[in-house]
């Protein structure tokens, strides 16, 4: 919750912040790129796109909301022309959980003139350019970055442990694998191979 989820969540409701009835593209499927969903899905986003290289991560993302899938391997074409005609002309807000340059320029080209907002996540390389035409925005698009979602620990926990409480974060659907303290090293191969979102050691008993 200190990291992960927060990020993901405050990065859709404190800096996106989406109406209820929007559209939503979340750029990464994994444990943050869920979590941005998961506050989609609580603002009330009538759609969430999800974008992802790996589609094994689709049937899990429904869990988190996420009402549509696209993985830019199918298509020939750029991402952002592929959302922009699945949407009418782009999405109300994009969120980027990856840390691909690329996937940052996508995310915020992907959103629609005169109101779309991007928001950055996921943290490049330090030698990444991002790179667009500015006509992007003089068209009014927004581009945002956060670093932990907006929210201060020490005053803003305790409202998603209260969020937590009662049932609107569902966070039990985020734990993935459960291993013994000897079996730690099975939790990195999950996490090295994508195939975890959390995974909880057991340091005391088998």
């Not at 991402?79 to 691909?100: F, H, L, P, R």
């Not at 927004?142 to 009662?166: C, I, Q």
Request: charged letters at 20%; one cysteine or more; proline letters at 3%.
């Amino acid at each position: 919750m200190s990291c992960g989820v927060s990020t993901g969540m405050g990065a859709t409701l404190n800096v996106a912040k989406p109406k209820k009835g929007s559209s939503v593209a979340i750029f990464g499927l994994g444990g943050v790129g869920l979590a941005a969903a998961e506050g989609a899905r609580i603002a009330g986003a009538s759609r969430i796109i999800g974008i992802d290289l790996n589609s094994d991560r689709f049937e899990k993302a429904k869990l988190f909301g996420v009402t549509e899938f696209i993985n830019p391997l199918d298509y020939k074409k750029p991402i952002q022309e592929v959302i922009a005609e699945k949407t009418d002309g782009g999405v109300d807000y994009s969120i980027e959980c990856t840390g691909n340059v690329k996937a940052m320029i996508q995310a915020f080209e992907s959103c629609h003139d005169g109101w779309g907002v991007a928001v950055l996540v996921g943290v490049p390389h330090s030698d990444a350019v991002f790179a667009t035409n500015p006509v992007n925005f003089l068209n009014e698009r927004t581009l945002k970055g956060t670093f932990f979602g907006n929210y201060k620990p020490r005053s803003d926990l305790p409202g998603l442990v209260e969020l937590y409480l009662a049932k609107k974060l569902e966070l039990e659907k985020f734990i993935t694998h459960e291993v013994s303290f000897a079996d730690i090293n099975k939790a990195f191969d999950y996490m090295i191979k994508g195939e975890s979102l959390r995974c909880v050691i057991n340091v005391i008993g088998n």
